[in-house]
Nanobody
Framework: QVQLVESGGGLVQPGGSLRLSCAAS????????MGWYRQAPGKQRELVAR???????NYGDFVKGRFTISRDNAKNTVHLQMNSLKPEDTAVYYC????????WGQGTQVTVSS
């Protein structure tokens, strides 16, 4: 059974930081490209960051150097370090893994508010 389990979301003030983690099981993690997506109320799901099995990284245009994605193949985990958070970063953040198949986590809420 494949599982992607996100953690690390929560409430943070503008300018603050959060570190999201996604623990994967049931897949050959080192073969999977991993990504973080987000969806705000009334908006489409959008790419935040992705890292390929080979370590190539892409970010959404809105990231502008504030977020960093990383993966630990030994622990089957992908992280998203988010700094300088803004209210418009408020959304549910989803972990995704894709290779032969595509899998999604259940999401973790990130709320940026004073």
């Amino acid at each position: 059974q494949v599982q992607l389990v996100e953690s690390g979301g929560g409430l943070v003030q503008p300018g603050g930081s959060l570190r999201l983690s996604c623990a994967a099981s049931g897949i050959s993690f080192d073969r999977y490209h991993m990504g973080w997506y987000r969806q705000a109320p009334g908006k489409q799901r959008e790419l935040v960051a992705r890292i390929t099995a080979g370590g190539v990284i892409n970010y959404g245009d809105f990231v502008k150097g504030r977020f960093t994605i990383s993966r630990d193949n030994a622990k089957n985990t992908v992280h998203l370090q988010m700094n300088s958070l803004k209210p418009e970063d408020t959304a549910v953040y989803y972990c995704m893994g894709y290779w032969v198949s595509t899998y999604w986590g259940q999401g973790t809420q990130v709320t940026v508010s004073s």
